[in-house]
C-alpha cells in the first residue's frame, strides 16, 4: 500500500524534471529560428524604408521563398502562390470546376475536341468539333486559349452561355451549369459513343488499357473495367503508361497490388521518415494472364514504381523506351491564411531489387528499362504523329464509327493509328497466346538507345543555337551596313584580330572534322571560307 501511494508524486516529480531538461532546448531551437531570420527582417526594413521606389512587398515574398527553395537544387520542390492553386490542384488531383470538354484553338477559335464522359457539357449538346464563338457574351477569336478556358472554369452550380458553330454550320446558344469535373484516368483503345471499347484482339481475348494519371479513383475505374470485360474473357492485356507523369503512391500500390499476390511493391526512404515497405496482398488480385507495360520517356513517379513493380516481380514484360527516371516522393502543404502550397521532397522510393530510380546529372543508369528484346524505340516526330491519330479514336460522337477499324491486325496499328509500340506488344501477346515462348519483338539494350536519343536532342538544341546565332549575325551585318550608308560610324569594326586563335568544325552528329587555325586576321572572313570550302584554310 506504501509503495502505491508514493508512485503517483514520483511520476510527478520525473515528468516535471524532463520538462525542466526539454523546455530549456525547444526555446533554445525556436530562439535560433528567429535569429536566423534577423537579417533578412534588417534587410526587409531598410528595402522599403530607404529604397528610391517603393518596392513590391508581394514580390519580396514570393522572391525569398523561390531563393531558400532554389538551394535545395530539387526541380520537385514548388511554391505555388495563390492565384496558380486552382491550375496546381487541377493538375494535382485531376478536379476542377468548370463543363468538362477538352478544347484546342483551331483558325483563331476555341474549338471542342471532345466532351468529357459524364460532364455537363456532353448533357447540353456540346459535341466535338464546335467551335465556341462566344463565351457569356465575350468572342474567343484569338483571345488565348487560357483565358478563355479561365472564362468557362468558375464557382459549381453557377451557369455559363456559349454560343457554338456546329459542324452543320447551324449555330446555337447553349447554356452549361458548371460542376464538379472529376476526369477519368482509365481509357480504352477507342470510343464506341460515351464507351470505351478496350479489346485489341476479341478473338484471342486481348484486352487494353491506357492509364493517364495514378488518382484515389484509379482502381474502382480499373476495377469496373475488369468487370465489363470479364475476368475469364481476358486472357492477355496491354497496359499502357506511355506519358503518365505519376500520381498518388497509395494509388499506384493499390493498382500493382491488383496483379501481384506477393513480393514487394516499392520501399520508401527518407530524413526525416522511417524506412516502410509495402507488399502485394493475394486478396482482389486478378488471373495471372500474360501482360505488356508499355513505357516511354513520359512514364515518370507512379507510373514507374507500377512498371517497375510488376517487372522486378516477373508478373509482366516491359515494352517501349526507358522512362524518365523520377524516383522521388513530394508531399503537399497548404500554407496558412491562405498563402500559397508548397510541395517538397520528403522522401525517395526503391523498388523491390532495391534500386532507386532517379536521374541526376551525371546518371548511366535510371528509370525503368523495358525487357531485352522488348525495346522499341519511336522518335519525337513518330510520338507526335501517334498522338495525333490516336485523338481522332478518343472523340465521343453519336454514332460510333468504327468501319475500317482493325485493332487485332498489328500491321494496321502501325499504318493507321501510327504506334509500332502498340503494335509491338500486340504481336507480342499473340505470339504468347497461341502457345509460343515470348517472341523478340525489339532492340536489348535500352540503356544505349536512352544515351543516343539523349545526345539526339541536344544536337538538335545545338543547331537551334547556332541557326539562331547565325540569324543574330546576320542581323547585326545588315545594321552595320545601314549604318555606313547613313554616314554613320559602324556598330562592328570591320576585323577581328584573331592572331593564334583555332576553329575547330564538327559534323551535325558532333563528330569533330577538323580544328584550323585562322590567318590574315579576319574572322569573318575565315568563317566564310570554312562555309565554303574548309580547304582554303591552313590546317594545323
Known amino acids: 500500500m506504501r509503495i502505491k501511494k508514493t508512485i503517483g508524486p514520483l511520476l510527478l516529480i520525473m515528468l516535471f524534471g524532463a ?97 468529357m464522359d459524364d460532364s455537363p457539357a456532353l448533357e ?4 466535338a468539333g464546335d467551335i465556341v464563338l462566344e463565351i457569356d457574351g465575350v468572342s474567343t477569336f484569338e483571345r488565348e486559349i487560357n483565358d478563355s478556358i479561365d472564362l468557362l ?41 460515351e464507351a470505351w471499347n478496350h479489346w485489341l484482339d476479341r478473338e484471342l481475348g486481348i484486352g487494353y488499357i491506357r492509364l493517364s494519371q495514378f488518382s484515389d479513383a484509379t482502381v474502382d475505374e480499373l476495377r469496373a473495367v475488369f468487370d465489363q470485360l470479364g475476368k475469364n474473357d481476358l486472357n492477355g492485356l496491354v497496359f499502357d503508361v506511355r506519358d503518365n507523369p505519376g500520381g498518388e503512391l497509395s494509388a499506384a500500390i493499390a493498382v500493382t497490388n491488383l496483379f501481384l499476390r506477393e513480393g514487394v511493391v516499392v520501399s520508401l526512404k527518407g530524413r526525416k521518415q522511417r524506412e516502410r515497405s509495402w507488399s502485394a496482398d493475394a486478396d482482389g488480385t486478378l488471373p ?40 522521388s516522393v513530394q508531399e503537399v502543404h497548404e500554407l496558412p491564411f491562405h498563402r500559397g502550397t508548397l510541395k517538397l521532397t520528403s522522401a525517395r522510393y526503391y523498388l523491390p531489387s532495391g ?15 523495358p525487357d531485352p528484346g522488348f525495346v522499341v524505340p519511336m522518335s519525337d516526330d513518330e510520338y507526335r504523329e501517334m498522338r495525333l491519330a490516336r485523338r481522332e479514336y478518343e472523340i465521343i460522337r453519336a454514332q460510333s464509327n468504327d468501319v475500317g477499324q482493325n485493332w487485332s491486325d498489328s500491321e494496321w496499328i502501325r499504318e493507321q493509328a501510327k504506334d509500332a509500340q502498340l503494335a509491338s506488344a500486340l504481336d507480342a501477346l499473340q505470339s504468347r497466346l497461341r502457345g509460343e515462348e515470348w517472341p523478340i519483338v525489339g532492340q536489348d539494350n535500352a540503356g544505349v538507345l536512352a544515351m543516343e536519343q539523349e545526345i539526339k536532342r541536344w544536337i538538335d538544341e545545338r543547331r537551334h543555337l547556332l541557326s539562331r546565332l547565325d540569324d543574330v549575325e546576320s542581323r547585326l551585318l545588315e545594321l552595320n551596313n545601314l549604318a555606313a550608308k547613313a554616314g554613320r560610324p559602324p556598330l562592328l569594326p570591320p576585323e577581328i584580330e584573331t592572331d593564334d586563335a583555332t576553329l575547330t568544325i564538327r559534323d551535325k552528329y558532333g563528330n569533330m572534322i577538323g580544328t584550323y587555325r585562322l590567318e590574315e586576321g579576319d574572322l569573318e572572313l575565315a568563317l566564310r571560307q570554312v562555309r565554303l570550302s574548309p580547304i582554303d584554310i591552313t590546317q594545323q
Open 19 to 115: 520538462l525542466l531538461v526539454q523546455l530549456p532546448l525547444a526555446i533554445a531551437d525556436r530562439s535560433s529560428a528567429y535569429e536566423w531570420f534577423d537579417p533578412i527582417v534588417d534587410v526587409r526594413h531598410l528595402l522599403v524604408e530607404r529604397f528610391v521606389d517603393q518596392p513590391d512587398a508581394t514580390a519580396m515574398q514570393k522572391a525569398m521563398i523561390q531563393a531558400m527553395i532554389r538551394t535545395l537544387d530539387d526541380p520537385y520542390t514548388v511554391y505555388v502562390p495563390p492565384e496558380r492553386e486552382r491550375d496546381f490542384n487541377k493538375e494535382l488531383r485531376g478536379t476542377y470546376v468548370g463543363i468538362g470538354a477538352q478544347v484546342d484553338q483551331v483558325d483563331g477559335f476555341l474549338t471542342i475536341v471532345t466532351p
Open 153 to 193: 472554369l468558375g464557382e459549381e452550380g453557377t451557369p455559363v452561355d456559349i454560343r457554338v458553330r456546329h459542324l452543320d454550320g447551324i449555330e446555337q446558344d447553349i447554356t452549361i451549369v458548371r460542376r464538379q469535373i472529376v476526369a477519368r484516368t482509365v481509357k480504352g483503345v477507342r470510343r464506341e459513343g
Open 124 to 127: 447540353a449538346g456540346v459535341q
Open 288 to 327: 495471372n494472364f500474360p501482360m505488356v507495360v508499355l513505357i516511354n520517356g513520359g512514364s515518370a513517379s507512379a507510373s514507374e514504381i507500377f512498371a517497375g513493380a510488376v517487372q522486378d516481380n516477373g508478373r509482366a514484360k516491359v515494352l517501349g523506351a526507358r522512362s524518365f527516371g523520377k524516383g
Open 355 to 369: 534500386r532507386n530510380l532517379s536521374r541526376d546529372s551525371d546518371s548511366v543508369v535510371w528509370g525503368v528499362d
